[in-house]
């Protein structure tokens, strides 16, 4: 019989449910809006959730316990349990990712790939830039999604690491409120705020529930003179027309304005080996005193529901997205030879002018064919993304100064750069897609799962400047790629099976379509293509106290850009990339008060055809790819109202250059949380974020290494009414 509690924003209440609080808690609770929660439903930091369908999975509905696939699910209980603040964080919960926010650079790694590999959706919708998954923060979201390996067949181009999808609140039918305050190191001031009402109706037809979810940070950095202001809204309606039509319309802004970015810290001279840094200049900012990064965002989506019967139903789905992104910085920093001075170099203004819009029409079919239970979802996607980016640079040296004490000038003091933007060149990718996806039942307990998608996607290019013979006044490329998977689920045990697939991917030779330039495309007239072969298992155990995924997986990429043996002044679409890998994800409720959950992977990634200055890199490791990522969340509640969490990161060394002769080390970080329930609405939550004090690098580059957060404290109140 069901337990029934009260949702996620009661803190102690998501971290280890209703059915172990006394008896007279229970009673208190039943003034509050009450959801359904099964006795055995996973918890947070406890047994993994392989039962609930994933949207970025399957367009079947399918939970990850009946993909053939990596599917990990990091839903709103995970994330206020592990205290993620925004959606980089949310991704530490995905087996072997590993992502940074370097404000001109947002990197995401995933089996053995880059962010130009790796599909970052919204919602279901892919932009094809990764500078548009800059890290938003959390309280705006439902749950993160990610599907590991190739994936085009599902979300387009640019998914052959896997694919990522950020999924925002909308209406649940139910009345709430929840808000939250937090305070904590660098004058870290946050305030957020939801409230979920019926606002028309009686629960049937007719009825109309409304949301709003709202958030506003402001800190300083932890560098010098560097200062985060961000604000994120989300609102949607949700309406029930009757007739089996629902309909949902949804806007979000995000606002994010940093004054004087970190970009850096130049490593210590010689630069080979493993990368050192000063520890005095650990906390400097070489960055103009006026740089600047700010982005505004804003979505709009429809979505309209068509429930035709019980085996058909249909989705449309029409959405637009706009995007400003301006930036004024200096950005580069280097030692001289004897360590004794910083050159300061790259001064940058540029603009990036986005914006996107489509329409996808679905549906899916649940019937059979030869007495076989087969399930069908088709669907024709259409979308145009069109960018002008307005780059004004110059590489020469800044200025030079000392490594400890020193001021830096205002941007457009920089002799050379002056204020306003010139557009370089518009970029227009049109893509249109048709869609397939089956689940057919071949026996009770065997399923085959296949899917096809087959694309055309036109990419015009525009010059708005100087024509000449590299860089003509238009250029016209077009791409037609076809990618699928097929797999096996196999129930061979009850709580248990074993799957296998094949599934292929198609990625733009430049990474991004939305950004290339003349030189990417024109002598470059194919895909890179990509294919990787998985095999695993997922199951319960120790009487449903544990759920554990096993995956091994081979990719392999083809066409890769690299240059031309002959002419190194040339790319050829000749090279080729490999990565296999093993992922383990376990989960753990051993008793009512300890829940554990981890994940280890290893990855072997390389490079099998590449060269670089006429220099074969074959066998070498791709760079910011970690072969050992590794992450463990133990949660222990002392008493019903107070419960402690720690957790544990380990990420390996990575190489900061394609002939890996730099490197960072592996380390270590240790998160820690304390959470009080003070009554049935009120709940205090303290954490201290990377305890020990680690000098890491998140991202590390020749010459440079953009390192991690030192420690933090903050405490949040959070209040349900």
């Given at each position: 019989?069901?337990?029934?509690?009260?949702?996620?924003?009661?803190?102690?209440?998501?971290?280890?449910?209703?059915?172990?609080?006394?008896?007279?808690?229970?009673?208190?609770?039943?003034s509050?809006?009450?959801?359904?929660?099964?006795?055995?439903?996973?918890?947070?930091?406890?047994?993994?959730?392989?039962?609930?369908?994933?949207?970025?999975?399957?367009r079947?509905?399918?939970?990850?316990?009946?993909?053939?696939?990596?599917?990990?699910?990091?839903?709103?209980?995970?994330?206020?349990?592990?205290?993620?603040?925004?959606?980089?964080?949310?991704?530490?919960?995905?087996?072997?990712?590993?992502?940074?926010?370097?404000?001109?650079?947002?990197?995401?790694?995933?089996?053995?790939?880059?962010?130009?590999?790796?599909?970052?959706?919204?919602?279901?919708?892919?932009?094809?830039?990764?500078?548009?998954?800059?890290?938003v923060?959390?309280?705006?979201?439902?749950?993160?999604?990610?599907?590991?390996?190739?994936?085009?067949?599902?979300?387009?181009?640019?998914?052959?690491?896997?694919?990522?999808?950020?999924?925002?609140?909308?209406?649940?039918?139910?009345?709430?409120a929840?808000?939250?305050?937090r305070?904590?190191?660098?004058?870290?001031?946050?305030?957020?705020?939801?409230?979920?009402?019926?606002?028309?109706?009686d629960?049937?037809?007719?009825?109309?529930?409304?949301?709003?979810?709202?958030?506003?940070?402001?800190?300083?950095?932890?560098?010098?003179?560097?200062?985060n202001?961000?604000?994120?809204?989300?609102?949607?309606l949700?309406?029930?027309?009757?007739?089996?039509?629902?309909?949902t319309?949804?806007?979000?802004?995000?606002?994010?304005?940093?004054?004087?970015?970190?970009?850096?810290?130049?490593?210590?001279?010689?630069?080979?080996?493993?990368?050192?840094?000063?520890?005095?200049?650990?906390?400097?900012?070489?960055?103009?005193a006026?740089?600047?990064?700010?982005?505004?965002?804003?979505?709009?989506?429809?979505?309209?529901?068509?429930?035709a019967?019980?085996?058909?139903?249909?989705?449309?789905?029409?959405?637009a997205?706009?995007?400003?992104?301006?930036?004024?910085?200096?950005?580069?920093?280097?030692?001289?030879?004897?360590?004794?001075?910083v050159?300061?170099?790259?001064?940058?203004?540029?603009?990036?002018?986005?914006?996107?819009?489509?329409?996808?029409?679905?549906?899916?079919?649940?019937g059979?064919?030869?007495?076989?239970k087969?399930?069908?979802?088709?669907?024709?996607?259409?979308?145009?993304?069109?960018?002008t980016?307005?780059?004004?640079?110059?590489?020469?040296?800044?200025?030079?100064?000392?490594?400890?004490?020193?001021?830096?000038?205002?941007?457009?003091?920089?002799?050379?750069?002056t204020?306003?933007?010139?557009?370089?060149?518009?970029?227009?990718?049109?893509?249109?897609?048709?869609?397939?996806?089956?689940?057919?039942?071949?026996?009770?307990?065997?399923?085959?799962?296949?899917?096809?998608?087959?694309?055309?996607?036109?990419?015009?290019?525009?010059?708005?400047?100087?024509?000449?013979?590299s860089?003509?006044?238009?250029?016209?490329?077009?791409?037609?790629?076809?990618?699928g998977?097929?797999?096996?689920?196999?129930?061979?045990?009850?709580?248990?099976n074993?799957?296998?697939?094949?599934?292929?991917?198609?990625?733009?030779?430049?990474?991004?379509?939305?950004?290339?330039?003349?030189?990417?495309?024109?002598?470059?007239?194919?895909?890179?293509?990509?294919?990787?072969?998985?095999v695993?298992?997922?199951?319960?155990?120790?009487?449903?106290?544990g759920?554990?995924?096993?995956?091994?997986?081979?990719?392999?990429?083809?066409?890769?850009?690299?240059?031309?043996?002959?002419?190194?002044?040339?790319?050829?679409?000749?090279?080729?990339?490999?990565?296999?890998?093993?992922?383990?994800?376990?989960?753990?409720?051993?008793?009512?008060?300890?829940?554990?959950?981890?994940?280890?992977?290893?990855?072997?990634?390389?490079?099998?055809?590449?060269?670089?200055?006429?220099?074969?890199?074959?066998?070498?490791?791709?760079?910011?790819?970690?072969?050992?990522?590794?992450?463990?969340?133990?949660?222990?509640?002392?008493?019903?109202?107070l419960?402690?969490?720690?957790?544990?990161?380990?990420?390996?060394?990575?190489?900061?250059?394609?002939?890996?002769?730099?490197?960072?080390?592996?380390?270590?970080?240790?998160?820690?949380?304390?959470?009080?329930?003070?009554?049935?609405?009120v709940t205090?939550?303290?954490?201290?974020?990377n305890?020990?004090d680690?000098?890491?690098a998140?991202?590390?580059?020749?010459?440079?290494?953009?390192?991690?957060?030192?420690?933090?404290?903050?405490?949040?109140?959070r209040?349900?009414?």
């Open positions: 019989m069901p337990t029934l509690s009260r949702a996620p924003a009661l803190g102690l209440l998501a971290l280890f449910g209703a059915a172990h609080l006394p008896v007279q808690a229970q009673t208190a609770m039943s509050l809006p009450l959801i359904e929660v099964a006795d055995d439903a996973p918890r947070p930091n406890g047994r993994i959730d392989l039962d609930t369908p994933a949207d970025t999975a399957s079947l509905g399918l939970t990850p316990r009946e993909t053939p696939a990596s599917v990990t699910v990091v839903n709103r209980s995970v994330l206020d349990a592990r205290g993620a603040q925004n959606t980089q964080e949310a991704l530490r919960a995905v087996p072997g990712v590993t992502a940074h926010d370097a404000p001109g650079n947002v990197g995401v790694s995933y089996r053995g790939f880059g962010s130009g590999s790796i599909a970052q959706l919204f919602n279901g919708i892919n932009l094809q830039y990764s500078i548009a998954a800059r890290p923060d959390s309280w705006i979201y439902d749950r993160v999604e990610a599907i590991g390996g190739p994936s085009s067949f599902l979300f387009g181009s640019g998914a052959l690491g896997g694919s990522i999808n950020y999924i925002t609140k909308t209406p649940e039918r139910s009345d709430f929840e808000a939250q305050l305070l904590g190191t660098q004058n870290l001031k946050e305030a957020s705020f939801g409230l979920n009402r019926r606002i028309a109706g629960g049937g037809a007719g009825s109309h529930y409304a949301r709003i979810d709202v958030n506003h940070r402001d800190a300083n950095g932890w560098t010098d003179g560097t200062k202001k961000s604000t994120q809204l989300a609102a949607s949700l309406s029930d027309f009757g007739g089996g039509v629902k309909h319309l949804a806007y979000e802004y995000q606002d994010e304005d940093v004054t004087r970015p970190y970009w850096g810290t130049p490593v210590l001279n010689p630069a080979g080996g493993e990368m050192r840094i000063d520890r005095g200049t650990r906390f400097k900012n070489y960055n103009s006026d740089g600047l990064y700010a982005q505004r965002v804003q979505w709009l989506r429809s979505v309209t529901e068509w429930q019967s019980d085996a058909l139903q249909f989705r449309n789905t029409f959405y997205y706009d995007a400003l992104r301006d930036y004024r910085n200096v950005e580069n920093y280097r030692y001289n030879a004897r360590n004794t001075a050159i300061r170099s790259g001064a940058l203004l540029q603009r990036h002018d986005q914006d996107v819009w489509g329409n996808r029409i679905e549906g899916i079919y649940r059979q064919i030869g007495g076989l087969s399930d069908w979802s088709f669907g024709l996607d259409f979308s145009v993304n069109r960018q980016r307005f780059p004004n640079s110059l590489s020469g040296t800044v200025s030079t100064v000392n490594p400890y004490v020193f001021a830096t000038e205002r941007f457009f003091d920089v002799p050379g750069m204020p306003g933007f010139r557009p370089d060149r518009n970029n227009k990718v049109r893509t249109t897609a048709l869609y397939l996806e089956n689940r057919t039942a071949l026996q009770p307990s065997l399923r085959l799962v296949t899917a096809l998608r087959h694309e055309r996607i036109d990419l015009d290019l525009v010059n708005r400047r100087t024509v000449d013979a860089n003509p006044a238009t250029f016209h490329r077009g791409y037609q790629p076809t990618t998977r097929i797999g096996l689920v196999w129930d061979f045990a009850p709580g248990a074993l799957y296998a697939q094949y599934a292929t991917a198609a990625d733009p030779p430049s990474g991004v379509l939305s950004t290339a330039s003349f030189a990417d495309v024109r002598n470059n007239s194919e895909l890179t293509t990509g294919q990787q072969v998985e695993g298992t997922k199951l319960d155990f120790w009487q449903g106290k759920t554990a995924t096993l995956a091994a997986y081979s990719i392999r990429r083809k066409n890769i850009a690299t240059q031309d043996p002959v002419n190194s002044a040339l790319t050829v679409l000749v090279g080729e990339q490999s990565s296999k890998g093993v992922e383990l994800a376990l989960g753990l409720q051993p008793t009512p008060q300890w829940s554990l959950q981890g994940n280890l992977t290893y990855v072997d990634a390389r490079y099998e055809q590449f060269r670089q200055g006429g220099v074969s890199l074959a066998g070498r490791t791709p760079t910011n790819t970690p072969a050992v990522v590794a992450n463990l969340w133990v949660s222990y509640a002392f008493t019903p109202r419960q402690a969490t720690a957790g544990v990161r380990h990420v390996g060394k990575v190489y900061a250059d394609a002939a890996n002769t730099m490197h960072w080390p592996g380390y270590t970080l240790l998160d820690l949380g304390l959470s009080w329930q003070v009554n049935r609405t205090v939550v303290g954490r201290i974020r305890a020990t680690r000098v890491y998140a991202n590390v580059g020749a010459g440079f290494a953009y390192l991690g957060a030192p420690r933090t404290a903050d405490v949040s109140l209040v349900s009414f």
